[in-house]
Nanobody, 121 residues
Framework: QVQLVESGGGLVQAGGSLRLSCAAS????????MGWYRQAPGKQRELVAT???????DYADSVKGRFTISRDNAKNTVYLQMNSLKPEDTAVYYC???????????????WGQGTQVTVSS
C-alpha cells in the first residue's frame, strides 16, 4: 500500500525552528512534485511550499525567507525546514505527493495523515 508518513511536528516557542519529514513508501514507480500544505483551526487548507522532481521550489508569501523545502529522491522523502516560527504558523501540516504507482498510469495525488505544529507566543 502506497502511503506518506510525516514526522517532526511538535510544540515550539516563537522564533524557534522545526524540521518536518515526509517519507513515501510502497510500490512507487516515480514521484513528481511534492509539497507541504497546512490547515489551521477554522481555516481552509493552504499551500505552504512545493518542490518539483528536479528541485524547483515555490513558497507561499507568508513563509518566504523562513521555510525551506527540500527532497531526497533516493529516499522518496521531502523535508520542510521551518525557522523563525510565528504563532500564526500553528496548524496541522500535510505532505502531498504526485506519485505514479502503476507502470501504465499517470501520477495521482497522495496525502499524509498530518502532523501538528504549535507555536507558542
Amino acid at each position: 500500500q502506497v502511503q506518506l508518513v510525516e514526522s517532526g511536528g511538535g510544540l515550539v516557542q516563537a522564533g524557534g525552528s522545526l524540521r518536518l519529514s515526509c517519507a513515501a513508501s510502497g510500490r512507487i514507480f516515480s514521484i513528481n512534485a511534492m509539497g507541504w500544505y497546512r490547515q489551521a483551526p477554522g481555516k481552509q487548507r493552504e499551500l505552504v511550499a512545493t518542490i518539483t522532481k528536479s528541485g524547483s521550489t515555490d513558497y507561499a508569501d507568508s513563509v518566504k525567507g523562513r521555510f525551506t523545502i527540500s527532497r531526497d529522491n533516493a529516499k522518496n522523502t521531502v523535508y520542510l525546514q521551518m525557522n523563525s516560527l510565528k504563532p500564526e504558523d500553528t496548524a496541522v501540516y500535510y505532505c502531498n505527493a504526485a506519485m505514479v504507482t502503476t507502470p501504465w498510469g499517470g501520477p495521482n495525488p497522495y496525502w499524509g495523515q498530518g502532523t501538528q505544529v504549535t507555536v507558542s507566543s
